[in-house]
């Protein structure tokens, strides 16, 4: 079974700095895009950004010079590295990887159970 796990959620104050984790683990043959998502109570869940396999990355326009994805394959792990917090930006963040359990095998979307990012005074 594969699992994901998101870790690095708490409480900061506007202006800090957060940084999540997430890893992948259980057994399949290769992981494509890694992608955080966030919902805020009351609100539709939104991408937060993404990393292709390669490398390419991706953000959503309000996120763009204040958070940094990236993954270490050899780890299959993802991060995000969350600066000049916002109160607009507490949520809850999760983690989805785009898998392929076999080589022959199709791919599925995976998900963490998300984990809590709180920015207040």
């Not at 870790?7 to 057994?27: A, D, I, K, N």
């Amino acid at each position: 079974q594969v699992q994901l796990v998101e870790s690095g959620g708490g409480l900061v104050q506007p202006g800090g700095s957060l940084r999540l984790s997430c890893v992948v683990s259980g057994s399949f043959f290769s992981i494509s895009s890694m992608t955080w998502y966030r919902q805020a109570p009351g609100k539709q869940r939104e991408l937060v950004a993404s990393t292709e396999n390669g490398g390419t990355t991706s953000y959503a326009d309000s996120m763009k010079g204040r958070f940094t994805i990236s993954r270490d394959n050899a780890k299959n792990t993802v991060y995000l590295q969350m600066n000049s917090l916002k109160p607009e930006d507490t949520a809850v963040y999760y983690c989805n990887a785009h898998i392929r359990l076999y080589l022959l095998g199709g791919w599925a979307d995976y998900w963490g159970q998300g984990t809590q990012v709180t920015v207040s005074s």
